[in-house]
């Protein structure tokens, strides 16, 4: 399993989703939409994502998955 995978261990797929659409760059508001959900369900998910992957902020969380796709190519 790569690490990418067991930092994805442990999230939702609608979590998945969302960290896909932040490491994409998209705010809050564009990935509600794009979800057809309001922008405080995602504010809602990456909070669950920040926890889980020990991060306190987007631009961390991108760092960690990067560091984790790039260890694993």
């Not at 067991?6 to 509600?32: C, F, H, P, T």
């Amino acid at each position: 399993m790569s690490e990418t995978e067991k930092m994805r261990d442990g999230l939702s797929k609608r979590e998945s989703e969302v960290l896909s659409w932040l490491q994409q760059g998209m705010s809050n508001k564009e990935i509600a939409l794009a979800l057809a959900v309001s922008p405080r369900t995602i504010q809602k998910h990456l909070q669950r994502i920040y926890l889980h992957l020990d991060v306190h902020t987007r631009a961390e969380a991108i760092v960690r998955m990067r560091r984790g796709l790039r260890d694993t190519q």
